[in-house]
């Protein structure tokens, strides 16, 4: 047990700590990084997590929903931290980024596979930096000792080079980014896939609630046509920040089919996959990992280690 427990709240940031003997565990949450999805309430196997869905005030846009942990209830496991999609959460053990769940293999952590080609990037251009919904990328053109340079003169562009900096674990691999950029510079593929469907004729008259609370600038958008929101599923994230708001049921449907991550065989990823993921994809990776049960135990019968 802990010998002190303290929970601070503040308009910045949720804090929890436990202090033990010799530990210290820490979770903060950055209410300014946090989009007010379901991602962390669904997967916490101790229901720690709840949403407080904020009460619509007329003539304002919708805000989002607000995160409250339970300290009672927390473990500090550190699987709301794996799961973010934007980096919101951080758990630390002695001031230490360590996560329990990865360091037992019992949790995956997700792949945020972003790569990019700074040998074809354009001197000029900064449309990446521009274009992040989150403000996640910063470019900088570097001479060839390294050296920031901040005014690009025709003398000095042969000898530039550019610098890209990606603040990975906080992107939800939107692709805006790479949409944006000269082709073939940035290849961005989403963790989270899914589908996602509005139907407008069940949209309250002059609704933008799924709107006003998405994080991703371009995945919702009003058409002109019939002044309805809908959806640009290229750039959609999957979080549920917009089912979370959306005051009517069948107006807005969200599921998740496949969540990229390391490999893993757990039951506690089964859990969070139950919740996280349709019935279907949950299917799918149950059957991998019986095929691989198999391999395993026919590798021991024969005593050899298939390649």
């Not at 980014?177 to 949209?203: A, D, Q, S, T, Y």
């Not at 349709?278 to 299917?283: L, V």
């Amino acid at each position: 047990m802990p010998l002190k427990t303290t929970k601070t709240d503040t308009a910045k940031a949720l804090t929890l700590e436990w202090a033990l003997h010799v530990k210290n565990y820490k979770l903060t949450l950055d209410k300014n990084l946090c989009v007010g999805c379901q991602i962390c309430t669904l997967a916490c196997p101790k229901e720690a997590i709840k949403l407080e869905k904020q009460p619509k005030i007329q003539g304002e846009k919708a805000k989002k929903a607000k995160i409250d942990v339970d300290l009672a209830k927390c473990n500090f496991c550190g699987i709301c931290d794996i799961l973010c999609p934007c980096g919101a959460i951080k758990v630390t053990v002695n001031g230490e980024h360590i996560l329990s769940v990865v360091e037992k293999e019992s949790f995956p952590q997700l792949i945020r596979d972003i790569q990019v080609d700074t040998s074809k990037c354009p001197i000029d251009c900064v449309e990446c930096e521009e274009a992040c919904p989150l403000d996640l990328i910063k470019v900088t053109r570097l001479t060839a000792d390294g050296k920031v340079v901040k005014k690009v003169t025709k003398k000095k562009r042969a000898k530039l080079q550019v610098k890209i900096d990606i603040e990975k674990e906080r992107c939800p691999c939107c692709r805006i980014c790479e949409f944006k950029c000269p082709e073939g510079i940035m290849h961005v593929r989403k963790f989270i896939h899914g589908k996602i469907l509005i139907r407008p004729e069940k949209c309250p008259e002059g609704c933008t609630d799924c709107l006003d609370v998405c994080p991703i600038t371009g995945a919702l958008y009003l058409s002109d046509e019939d002044k309805k929101v809908h959806v640009n599923e290229i750039f959609c994230i999957y979080c549920g920040a917009c089912k979370v708001v959306c005051p009517a049921e069948e107006a807005l449907e969200l599921k998740r089919t496949k969540i990229s991550h390391t490999p893993i065989r757990s039951g506690a990823w089964n859990k969070a996959l139950e919740k996280l993921a349709s019935p279907i994809e949950m299917t799918k990776e149950l059957k991998a990992k019986g095929s691989w049960k198999v391999m395993e135990s026919v590798e021991k019968r024969l005593g050899w280690k298939g390649e």
